[in-house]
């Protein structure tokens, strides 16, 4: 008996399941494949994000508002910054409606390969799949910010132009944006541990390097350029323009910004694709 099953054994045919040896594009294919797992692996972070929540996803709203509050004392009150001829609680909320979603993902996405680590070292699948699930999770607190929002202009008798048409190329531009930097956050944080210790406090100073609580306008032309380089600075003028009748942005800003985003996206989905198959022997 114990000869067949060493015979039986040996003659079991073993099936090994793995990336691709070859860089062959971001795998959209095998992605598609597995767009049940995304599904639920973004079911899952919305369940466990409000288990046990007194208020449930109004945390979506709270966080943006209390903001908004501060910026408006602060920096409209204080400081006098101009907010072009608006009502500064609708032009600092209009961009942290975005802003917060982008940083919710962000921090999402940096542990998403960590805290899965019991997936990765059991099956193969795309590795891929979990930033992405946690940018894709981020819209629902994202609509629900939206539609206060939206409340807001009703308030304040804001109507949007016809620039609202181009709001869904600004969603995907922001969910790009967040992606193109989660990508390699993720990717750095297996390696180094120090990243998802250190993001909380650089996305705070990123904040205040983007024109979320003042104007693009406000800032000097020699260093309008150099902020162009945030990927945040197109997100944040393009639904300002687009939701509040904000004059056109300037080209070089925007331009720059959708460069590094491109840059960034497509630089790190290459980086993550040839190390992926080394996750499941580091985390």
Same mark, same amino acid.
């Given at each position: 008996?114990?000869?067949?099953?060493?015979?039986?054994?040996?003659?079991?045919?073993?099936?090994?399941?793995?990336?691709?040896?070859?860089?062959?594009?971001?795998?959209?294919?095998?992605?598609?494949?597995?767009?049940?797992?995304?599904?639920?692996?973004?079911?899952?972070?919305?369940?466990?994000?409000?288990?046990?929540?007194?208020?449930?996803?109004?945390?979506?709203?709270?966080?943006?508002?209390?903001?908004?509050?501060?910026?408006?004392?602060?920096?409209?009150?204080?400081?006098?910054?101009?907010?072009?001829?608006?009502?500064?609680?609708?032009?600092?909320?209009?961009?942290?409606?975005?802003?917060?979603?982008?940083?919710?993902?962000?921090?999402?996405?940096?542990?998403?390969?960590?805290?899965?680590?019991?997936?990765?070292?059991?099956?193969?699948?795309?590795? %891929?799949? *979990?930033?992405? !699930?946690? &940018?894709?999770?981020? $819209?629902?607190?994202?609509?629900?910010?939206?539609?206060? @929002? /939206? =409340?807001?202009?009703?308030?304040?008798?804001?109507?949007?132009?016809?620039?609202?048409?181009?709001?869904?190329?600004?969603?995907?531009?922001?969910?790009?944006?967040?992606?193109?930097?989660?990508?390699?956050?993720?990717?750095?944080?297996?390696?180094?541990?120090?990243?998802?210790?250190?993001?909380?406090?650089?996305?705070? %100073?990123? *904040?205040?390097? !983007?024109? &979320?609580?003042?104007? $693009?306008?406000?800032?000097?032309?020699?260093?309008?350029? @150099? /902020? =162009?380089?945030?990927?945040?600075?197109?997100?944040?003028?393009?639904?300002?323009?687009?939701?509040?009748?904000?004059?056109?942005?300037?080209?070089?800003?925007?331009?720059?910004?959708?460069?590094?985003?491109?840059?960034?996206?497509?630089?790190?989905?290459?980086?993550?694709?040839?190390?992926?198959?080394?996750?499941?022997?580091?985390?």
């Amino acid at each position: 008996m114990a000869l067949y099953e060493g015979v039986a054994a040996a003659d079991s045919p073993e099936v090994i399941i793995k990336p691709q040896q070859r860089w062959s594009g971001i795998g959209v294919k095998e992605l598609w494949d597995c767009r049940e797992l995304l599904y639920f692996l973004v079911w899952r972070d919305v369940k466990v994000r409000y288990k046990q929540t007194a208020i449930g996803a109004s945390w979506a709203v709270i966080q943006p508002l209390i903001t908004m509050v501060l910026f408006t004392a602060v920096f409209s009150k204080l400081a006098g910054i101009s907010s072009e001829d608006l009502p500064y609680p609708i032009f600092s909320f209009a961009a942290l409606v975005p802003w917060t979603y982008f940083s919710r993902s962000l921090n999402q996405s940096i542990t998403s390969v960590v805290g899965n680590a019991h997936l990765i070292t059991k099956v193969y699948f795309p590795r %891929l799949l *979990l930033p992405i !699930s946690a &940018v894709v999770g981020g $819209l629902i607190d994202f609509a629900i910010a939206f539609v206060f @929002l /939206l =409340g807001m202009m009703a308030w304040y008798r804001i109507t949007p132009t016809w620039g609202v048409l181009l709001l869904p190329v600004l969603i995907l531009f922001t969910m790009l944006t967040a992606l193109a930097v989660s990508v390699w956050l993720s990717v750095l944080n297996v390696r180094y541990r120090d990243v998802g210790q250190a993001i909380p406090f650089l996305v705070q %100073l990123w *904040l205040f390097a !983007s024109p &979320v609580a003042y104007p $693009l306008s406000e800032v000097s032309e020699r260093w309008r350029v @150099l /902020l =162009g380089l945030n990927p945040m600075t197109g997100v944040i003028e393009g639904f300002r323009w687009a939701l509040l009748g904000k004059q056109v942005p300037d080209t070089m800003p925007m331009v720059l910004s959708a460069t590094v985003v491109l840059l960034l996206l497509v630089s790190g989905v290459v980086y993550f694709r040839r190390v992926e198959a080394t996750f499941a022997d580091v985390v």
